[in-house]
């Protein structure tokens, strides 16, 4: 999905550093400190912790691999974030991605390719467990599934913005031509059109200039979504009505937004609605007819993800189930 030779200008250090910050579970900051533990046959064998080096073997509680026991050494060793190793397991992995590398591939081919090695390695565990949510993604799909929902020609946005409407926290702006992104930058490269500082001061009524220079500079953008930093927390840590009260609040503005992407924001919207009406309901209902109404919609979920309406249909995993898997790393 990305040509074999883009055009990368205009990235921003600033933005680049607050969208991996932005992507951090709470905790694993830049003051957040970590431990690598190497073990060999299920054995400690080395631990180093951060800022520290080498700890003594004697100090490091090691109990185990499984989830549990990941949580309390990462307690115990008073870190943010844990990674165990078999003591081969790096050597294995890189070995696995050397065999899987072609040259002639393009970039997504490989990247994929990367990432299942890294998905499927043995001998790696992480606390909290980021690895367990890589997807099983296939080049074919992934790539059918961008086609179908991105057209060619146009232009594709993401800004994330301060409370203190004095810059924008992060942004990020794309060309897709021929079936790939050929062009990638951030706001600077519109930054003569529409400054920083005028689009922060009051992004939700400026935000449409930010449409105009996008079709100016590139194309007319077919996805283009204006967020509130601390939006973007709420969503992430809130009930799963958040989005939708987001979106009514103007916290979270997506414009334009193709018809998929409309069904699936106005899914959210009438999903949290129903919620609260079921909820409200539900005191007058016996239980049997609660437990009934439950067993319908959890069918009516399970056509809508298997049948053509779902947008994903074509990607082999549910996007959607993956941000609930992960949202349950900012609500732990």
């Known amino acids: 999905m990305l040509t074999d030779d883009p055009d990368i200008a205009w990235l921003d250090r600033r933005h680049l550093y607050n969208w991996w910050r932005l992507a951090l579970p709470p905790g694993l900051d830049r003051e957040a400190r970590f431990a690598i533990v190497v073990i060999e046959n299920g054995q400690l064998v080395h631990a180093i912790r951060s800022s520290e080096g080498a700890l003594p073997l004697e100090e490091v509680p090691f109990a185990g ?24 397991a790096l050597v294995d992995l890189f070995e696995a991605m050397e065999r899987g590398l072609r040259v002639t591939d393009d970039y997504a081919t490989q990247a994929v390719g990367l990432w299942q090695c890294l ?7 992480a606390e909290p467990p980021l690895l367990d949510l890589i997807p099983p993604l296939r080049v074919d799909a992934l790539k059918k599934t961008f086609n179908f929902l991105v057209p060619n020609d146009s232009s594709l946005a993401a800004y994330v913005f301060d409370e203190d409407a004095r810059n924008v926290h992060c942004s990020v702006i794309a060309l897709k031509q021929k079936g790939q992104i050929c062009a990638a930058s951030m706001h600077p490269a519109i930054g003569d059109l529409v400054t920083e500082r005028e689009l922060s001061r009051s992004w939700r009524d400026q935000y449409t200039r930010v449409n105009q220079a996008l079709t100016s500079r590139y194309a007319k953008p077919s996805i283009a979504v204006f967020v509130e930093r601390k939006a973007v927390q709420r969503i992430l840590r809130g009930p799963a009505d958040q989005l939708a009260r987001e979106l009514r609040s103007k916290n979270v503005i997506v414009d334009p937004a193709p018809i998929w992407l409309q069904g699936l924001l106005g899914g959210a919207t009438v999903a949290a609605a129903a919620s609260q009406s079921a909820k409200r309901m539900a005191r007058f209902l016996p239980k049997g007819a609660r437990r009934m109404a439950g067993d319908i919609a959890v069918v009516a979920q399970d056509r809508i993800k298997t049948s053509s309406a779902n947008p994903f249909a074509k990607l082999g995993f549910d996007p959607i189930e993956l941000l609930k898997q992960l949202r349950g790393f900012y609500t732990d």
């Not at 998905?119 to 565990?125: A, D, L, N, P, Y």
């Open 119 to 125: 998905r499927k390695s043995e001998g790696i565990w």
């Open 65 to 88: 691999t499984k989830r549990g026991a990941r949580v309390q050494l990462m307690k115990a060793l008073e870190v943010e974030g844990l990674l165990i190793l078999e003591r081969d």
